[in-house]
């Protein structure tokens, strides 16, 4: 079973530019969760989906970030004016279900804003 | 809003030693937790999880953790360590609502385990 894939792995940008990250989760998994995990800290959650409708994205910076995940398959997270502060790693992952289960994660992509 | 706290950064042990890593946390109601393992460069992976019943849970490679109420407490455990088992360890806690959980975990902000040869 393939796990769950991302791209890039890495990102080097401007402040001011945009990027986006994508992200493949397991198939068959319904939930698809993104997270933030700026450099020894653990993930915050920014946004996540079941199936293509967004549960929560309360923690998302909505003035700059957006994701989507049109077919309820795979997803983009875009940045669209990049800062300092988003420098981290973004880590995508799936479950089953609303997540009681274990959540799989992906490799992440990790993003250095200059 | 659930917290989860994680007071040690850094445990370093020898290989075969046993070792702890702590994990509390704080919320009302009734609540998911689980352990996940971060190696370098890689995205977490599960390791265990606990909603209910037995307080003592087993999981992949010899980890096990228990569950204490009257601490807040999830405090990870291996009885005898192998030095592929140097990574960071997460703690995480979601809300479960009788049976329904809602997916949003919460992280700690992890303990570096070095396990030295």
């Known amino acids: 079973e393939a796990g769950v894939t991302q791209s890039p792995r890495y990102a080097v940008l401007q402040e001011g530019q945009a990027v986006s990250f994508w992200c493949d989760p397991i198939?068959?998994?319904?939930?698809l969760y993104w997270y933030q995990q700026p450099r020894d800290q653990g993930p915050q959650l920014l946004v996540y989906?079941?199936?293509?409708?967004?549960?929560?994205n309360s923690q998302l910076p909505s003035d700059r970030f957006s994701a989507v995940r049109p077919k309820g398959t795979n997803s983009t997270l875009k940045i669209q004016s990049a800062k300092q502060g988003d420098t981290a790693t973004y880590l995508c992952?799936?479950?089953?279900?609303?997540?009681?289960?274990?959540?799989?994660f992906g490799p992440g992509t990790r993003l250095t804003v200059l | 809003t659930q917290t989860v706290s994680q007071s040690d950064a850094h445990v370093t042990v020898f290989e075969g030693d046993s070792v702890e890593l702590r994990c509390n946390y704080s919320?009302?109601?009734?609540?998911?937790l689980s352990w996940y393992i971060q190696h370098h460069g890689r995205g977490l992976q599960f390791l265990l999880k606990?909603?209910?019943?037995?307080?003592v849970v087993q999981g992949v490679n010899g980890f096990e953790a228990e569950f204490s109420k009257s601490d807040s407490s999830f405090h990870l455990r291996k009885a005898s360590v192998h030095w592929s088992d140097s990574a960071v360890y997460f703690c995480?806690?979601?809300?479960?609502?009788?049976?329904?959980?809602?997916?949003?975990?919460?992280f700690g902000h992890g303990t570096i385990l070095r396990v030295h040869p």
């Open positions: 992952a799936s479950s089953l279900g609303w997540g009681g289960d274990e959540q799989y």
């Open positions: 198939s068959g998994h319904d939930t």
């Open positions: 989906f079941r199936d293509e409708a967004v549960i929560d």
């Open positions: 919320y009302g109601g009734s609540i998911y």
């Open positions: 606990y909603y209910s019943g037995n307080p």
């Open positions: 995480a806690a979601s809300m479960g609502n009788t049976g329904a959980n809602t997916g949003k975990l919460t």
